[in-house]
């Protein structure tokens, strides 16, 4: 089945801790992006990624870093957490951009 | 960054309505996308317009791309409870540029 996984679902953490959140897609798509949802924010985009080994920032990065090292895997790692990266967070992978981008089933986020 | 403005945030009508919700921005797109995400899932893609001026229909729903593609307008013909979600548009930029902007969504909830 084609699909986009992420992990874990659900994580409460604390300032401070270093944290990854796993992105996996087994559809051989090149593009593949980080998205961070907040009420009254909407979907706003962190990383990107045109291929292995190429990364840029999206609209929000800060706090955040991205590494591309497979097709299939996309981390998003925040090295020092805060409080104000709580939120929704989406993987999506696409064949391109502007094509339709297939969302994982989303990660929230709790930095106490 | 490119915004898209949509409207209205919020909408709440009887089974049997119809409905329009829009997609605006003082922005060129290459391609305008409109995604439906459920509570607890991902957005989903609804459908892709490309050209200028393109209208195409799923179902019930009616999509069309302004003719300077600034904007678009998603219309529900007799609503559905299961229409229930929150409905975004997301436009690619093109020329270069991969990022893919989200509107804010309008959350749609269809009362039996």
């Known amino acids: 089945e084609a699909q986009v996984t992420q992990n874990p679902r659900y994580l409460i953490t604390v300032t401070g801790k270093k944290l990854t959140v796993t992105c996996s897609q087994n559809m051989n798509h090149e593009y593949m992006s980080w998205y961070r949802q907040d009420p009254g924010l909407g979907l706003r985009q962190i990383y990107y990624s045109m291929n292995v080994e190429v990364t840029d920032k999206g609209d929000v990065p800060e706090g955040y870093k991205v590494s591309r090292k497979e097709k299939r895997n996309f981390p998003l790692i925040l090295e020092s957490p805060s409080p104000n990266q709580t939120s929704l967070y989406f993987c999506a992978s696409s064949p391109s951009v502007g094509y339709t981008q297939y969302f994982g089933p989303g990660t929230r986020l709790t930095v106490l | 960054t490119q915004l898209l403005e949509q409207s209205p945030q919020f909408l709440s009508i009887q089974e049997g309505e119809n409905l329009t919700v829009y997609c605006n921005s003082s922005?060129?797109?290459?391609?305008l996308q409109w995604y439906r995400q459920e509570p607890g899932e991902g957005p989903v893609l609804l459908v892709t317009v490309v050209t200028g001026g393109e209208v195409k229909k799923l179902k019930r729903l009616t999509f069309q791309f302004g003719d300077a593609r600034k904007d678009s307008s998603l219309h529900i013909t007799a609503a559905q409870p299961g229409d229930t979600g929150l409905y975004l548009c997301a436009g690619a930029s093109g020329a270069g540029s991969y990022q893919l902007t989200f509107g804010k969504g309008t959350k749609l909830s269809v009362i039996p």
């Open positions: 922005s060129v797109f290459s391609s």
